[in-house]
């Protein structure tokens, strides 16, 4: 208890000193929130390159101004290492690092494994340690616990260990840390206690929650039905197509039901790396407890059938329309990421459309402004001007990504054919305009 009650003061006077471990798109802003706030706060990374960036005051994550930031690193506020030494100082360890599948579409907690192993050597009393990766349920008890009990210290009244999941949704202006609620569930209620007392400290609304494993569970729950409900509409529209009714205008008129509705888009595929990559994380686990998830597999299978969906109707409008063979026919894709105005190209379905229409023979170029070059394959690419003449030079124009800088009519109007996966040209009618 005495432990306990040390570190709540010392959080709720913000003398504790807090140690973000991995700073990408969670993990920069969340320590920098914390250094804001009057915390002492250092960022740890292996990347010397990022380390550089921040001790320079150069942020290199587009919702961390670097103003902002070179004014926290000159206040000694914030600080970054590469060394992990400094974490045996800090009284809060937040793992954010990433947690990609492997090869074989399996969970990859390697990360989490290595910065365990740190912390595991650097263990002393009065810490907390929180895992924000998003992972499936049970890594924090079963993965993380074990590693530091072998210190022989107790967790809940030496050290205290928490999940919590990032919500980071990069690019939201509406959204930032401190306005999105944070949940946090720990081995033991003081765990929790003491969790939900640090994040109290920055962000408005922190929800505790029974056990880590819920809270790892939360997260699960939050991206499974996104992609299930993606994977939903995308199987609704091609089946739309069929019936002869326009998904998109069903979607906005479902849209007006004020309760018991939440929109989805069809679009060319799921990109990203957590709508298409934690799911997995729920049902590999799951299997290994013997329950099929069968929904996630369901929605990724008919989420990752969608590049070739589009592909295949690309080119049935070329010869449609054009009475062209794909094999000779030039084609722009417009936008390369892998969601509106974001230049993240990881998992993106249009860089799997680009290479199908290119293993078809077709002559592919993309535009994209928040993607200046990108290597398809061993061939690299660059992002093509969308002058008047580069959009009359080529017989199709793909729109697989809904950039807002993209000007609708000098698109409609400079293009011979124009394939619309995102709606983008919505209320422009004309005949060169065909829809997903
Ligand atoms: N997509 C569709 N149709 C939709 C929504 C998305 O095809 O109706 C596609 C997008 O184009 C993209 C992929 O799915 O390729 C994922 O899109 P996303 O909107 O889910 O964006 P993400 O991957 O950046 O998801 C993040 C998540 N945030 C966290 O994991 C912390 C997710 O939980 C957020 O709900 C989401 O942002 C958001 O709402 O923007």
């Known amino acids: 208890m005495k432990i306990k009650n040390a570190l709540l003061r010392k959080i709720k006077s913000k003398k504790a000193k807090v140690a973000v471990v991995g700073l990408g798109y969670v993990g920069l802003p969340l320590v920098c929130e914390f250094a804001a706030r009057g915390f002492s706060a250092v960022g740890i990374d292996v990347d010397p390159e990022k380390i550089r960036d921040i001790r320079k005051g150069k942020s290199y994550i587009g919702d961390v101004d670097s103003k902002g930031l070179a004014r926290l690193v000159k206040s000694g506020k914030l600080s970054a290492e590469s060394d992990f030494d400094v974490a045996a ?12 599948l492997n090869r074989s579409k399996d969970p990859d907690i390697s990360y989490i494994l290595a910065v365990t192993e740190q912390i595991e050597k650097r263990i002393r009393p009065g810490q907390l340690v929180v895992l924000e990766s998003t992972t499936y349920p049970g890594t924090t008890e079963e ?5 530091l009990v072998k210190s022989g210290l107790v967790c809940g009244r030496d050290f205290f260990l928490c999940f919590s999941p990032e919500r980071v949704d990069p690019g939201n202006p509406h959204f930032k840390t401190r306005d999105i609620p944070k949940v946090v569930g720990g081995i033991t209620p003081a765990c929790t206690e003491v969790g939900k007392a640090l994040y109290a ?5 922190v929800f505790p929650v029974s056990t880590s494993r819920t809270a790892e569970m939360t997260k699960l729950l939050e991206n499974t039905f996104r992609i299930v409900n993606i994977g939903l509409i995308n199987e609704l529209a091609r089946a739309a197509e069929s019936l002869g009714v326009n998904i998109w205008e069903a979607v906005e008129a479902a849209k007006t039901k004020p309760f018991g509705y939440m929109p989805f888009y069809p679009g060319p595929g799921i990109g990203g790396h957590c709508i298409g990559i934690d799911p997995l994380y729920l049902s590999w686990k799951a ?3 013997g329950e099929e998830l069968h929904f996630i597999e369901l929605a990724r299978r008919m989420n990752a059938e969608m590049p070739h969906y589009v592909v295949t109707q690309a080119v049935y409008a070329l010869n449609q329309k054009l009475g062209k063979a794909v094999s000779r026919s030039k084609i722009l894709i417009l936008g390369v990421s892998y969601k509106k105005d974001v230049s993240d190209v990881r998992e993106s379905p249009a860089l799997d459309i680009l290479h199908e229409l290119k293993e078809l023979g077709a002559q592919v170029a993309y535009h994209d402004p928040h993607v200046p070059e990108l290597s398809e394959g061993l061939v690299r690419m660059k992002s093509l001007p969308l002058t008047d003449a580069v959009l009359r030079r080529h017989d199709l124009v793909l729109l697989a990504t809904n950039h807002t800088a993209f000007n609708r009519s000098r698109i409609v109007k400079k293009s011979r054919l124009i394939y619309d996966t995102r709606n983008f040209f919505q209320g422009i009618r004309s005949q060169k305009l065909v829809r997903l």
Not at 89 to 100: G, S
Not at 201 to 205: K, L
């Open 89 to 100: 100082e800090a009284d809060a360890v937040i793992i954010c690092v990433p947690t990609p």
């Open 201 to 205: 400290q920055i962000i408005r609304q």
């Open 143 to 147: 993965v993380i616990l074990p590693a």
């Open 287 to 289: 299997r290994l407890h």
